[in-house]
């Protein structure tokens, strides 16, 4: 019965005599080309030329437009170094963050100033909840806040200054 050994030594030599058999035939291959290229007197820099021309691997030599190639990082995760171009959909660690510039990466500036932003009101950032009476019915003494849907005294109001609470603008 052969042994682990035994059989491993045969396997060596057969890979060895393998490796021997390729370069015999790659050997006979490339003095076939040289002797085709002295014949028909092609060079290398020939061979170069078309095989990095247009002929031949022109698929493969061309590059990806601008919009799928790839975009530096703009944010990073501090806890797992995960990093976002700010393009496509936000993952999950920044979606809910509400102030960013904490994520971004080291040398990149914010194109919008931190004081701007913040301070800036929105259209539909308002404080929810009761208001402040903005209007006053003269008449009856009702109020409203401006918000919702005008009260029937002010719905057909064509100058509603006239109802304005003083002190209010």
Do not use: C, H
């Not at 061979?47 to 247009?54: K, S």
């Not at 100033?113 to 402040?132: E, L």
Request: no cysteine.
């Amino acid at each position: 019965m052969a042994t682990l050994e035994s059989i491993q030594t045969k396997i060596k030599r057969l890979q060895e005599q393998a490796e021997a058999i390729k370069a015999k035939q790659a050997s006979a291959s490339l003095e076939r080309i040289v002797d085709l290229m002295g014949k028909s007197g092609v060079t290398i820099a020939d061979i170069e030329a078309y095989v990095g021309g247009n002929k031949r691997g022109a698929r493969a030599a061309k590059k990806a437009p601008a919009s799928v190639a790839s975009v530096k990082a703009k944010y990073r995760d501090p806890k797992s170094g995960a990093t976002w171009s700010g393009r496509g959909r936000a993952p999950a660690w920044i979606a809910n963050a509400k102030n960013r510039i904490k994520f971004l990466v080291d040398g990149e500036a914010p194109s919008v100033s931190v004081a701007a932003s913040s301070d800036a009101k929105r259209k539909g950032d308002y404080v929810r909840g009761p208001q402040p009476a903005k209007y006053r019915d003269p008449n009856s003494g009702a109020t409203w806040s401006g918000r919702g849907r005008a009260p029937a005294w002010m719905a057909n109001a064509k100058d509603r200054s006239k109802f304005l609470i003083e002190g209010q603008a």
